[in-house]
């Protein structure tokens, strides 16, 4: 690790964030946090608070969009993948009950139309079920209509096309194409066996808002979706762990997840092989979700190819802080999990934490709190 005011980094606003960041653990909200703030593709400084240390691994859940979707970037660079395609040409298993017209860029954009279709993770193996799960599913609304977040659905299909038009499997492709060309440690994407002790548990923690403290917030109640408790406690799980959920399974630290973010930055690994080239880039950053707006507060999604572009003032509306440029991008994770990086400052910053709140409107003002002050720690 370089030290921090090598790579421009600023020891006070370091320790600002840090003191942040362990504030709910002293309380004893959190069981464990876990911090990375990387500039200059090294990083420059990790911090771990509660029971857990710098090698403990967490499920990073939706943060693993980031990850599948520059696994698919790579193949649209190589010709072999594009936005514009009907999914069903690929996959042609998937095209009943309507889903024929559905295209590659709708599933990066949440536009798709099946936002709820279930997928058990331990059936992605059995690729007879994995099919006829792909088959079964329905439409909620017309694709291309509207916005709404597909925690996992639309994520299980692109990592299909990946492994149709790759021919490896998605955990080996995600392996060998991006994880290993990055020299990223402590970072999976399916989990092997031996690594279980290293995982800190998800567990719930806080009292959940009722009706009644919503109207009084004067905010509105988010819709039950799949991303249940029991959904979240189902990654302790070693069998669905190794899966490797595309949505939602990566487990890392968030050491690795900073250096990931580095990467899709910088287009690679500092000192190693070009990964994404600048068009790549440019092309997985660039806003193509228009006027859709999130169902829930009616802001601009500001969705790019598979990540979130914080954008304008509403950018705290999609996990960002105040003090990100409009250019950053991201995605978060169940929990409270947050991954960005800042093409204005050259910083990427990683959250981790195995307490799941029960109360969002704190777990967000935590997370733009922590944003607000990882987005300066640039000197």
């Known amino acids: 690790m370089a030290a921090a005011d090598e790579i421009g980094l600023d020891a006070a606003q370091l320790e600002a964030l840090a003191e942040r960041a362990r504030r709910e653990v002293d309380e004893g909200l959190l069981p464990s946090a876990q911090i990375a703030v990387a500039r200059d593709g090294r990083l420059g400084y990790v911090a771990t608070f509660g029971d857990a240390s710098e090698d403990t691994l967490y499920c990073v859940f939706s943060c693993t969009k980031a990850v599948t979707s520059a696994a698919g970037w790579l193949l649209m660079q190589e010709g072999r993948l594009s936005a514009d395609e009907r999914v069903a040409d690929i996959v042609p298993e998937f095209a009943a009950n309507g889903k024929d017209g559905i295209t590659v860029e709708q599933l990066f954009l949440h ?4 936002p709820h279709a279930p997928f058990r993770p331990i059936e992605w193996d059995d690729r007879e079920q ?3 799960r792909f088959a ?3 439409l909620n ?29 998605f955990r080996e492709f995600v392996s060998e194409r991006v ?30 808002l009722t009706s009644e403290d919503y109207a009084r917030l004067g905010v509105p109640e988010p819709p039950v979706t799949e991303v249940t408790e029991d959904a979240i406690l189902s990654f302790n799980q070693p069998d669905v762990r190794a899966v490797g959920v595309p949505g939602g399974g990566g487990i890392m630290t968030a050491a690795a997840m900073a250096l990931f973010y580095q990467g899709l930055l910088h287009g690679g690994a ?15 950053r ?24 914080a954008g304008d003032a509403d950018r705290n509306f999609r996990g ?21 990086a800042d093409p204005t400052t050259g910083t990427s910053f990683a959250y981790c934490t195995n307490g799941h709140d029960r109360n969002p409107i704190r777990m967000g003002r935590r997370g733009v709190s922590l944003s607000n002050r990882a987005a300066v720690c640039a000197a």
């Not at 402590?186 to 092997?192: A, C, H």
């Not at 960002?320 to 960005?340: D, K, M, V, Y």
Request: aromatic content about 10%; some cysteine.
């Open 136 to 138: 079964r599913w329905r």
């Open 320 to 340: 960002f802080g105040h003090n990100n440029s409009e250019t950053a991008f991201g995605h978060g994770g169940a929990g409270g999990q947050i991954a960005w």
């Open 130 to 132: 994995r099919l006829a």
């Open 141 to 169: 609304w017309p694709p291309g209509s509207r916005f709404e977040y597909h925690p996992t659905s639309s994520m299980w299909v692109i990592a299909e096309l990946i492994e149709r038009r790759s021919g490896q499997g």
């Open 270 to 284: 500092k000192d190693g092989p070009e990964l994404w080239t600048q068009d790549t880039r440019a092309m997985a």
């Open 286 to 309: 660039t806003v193509v979700s228009g006027d859709l707006t999130d169902p829930l507060y009616g802001k601009r999604v500001n969705r790019g190819m598979g990540i979130v572009i």
């Open 179 to 208: 994880v290993a060309p990055l020299g990223l440690e402590d970072f999976f994407v399916g989990l092997p066996g031996g690594e279980n002790p290293r995982v800190a548990p998800c567990m719930h923690v806080g009292d959940a």
């Open 111 to 114: 536009s798709a139309g099946f």
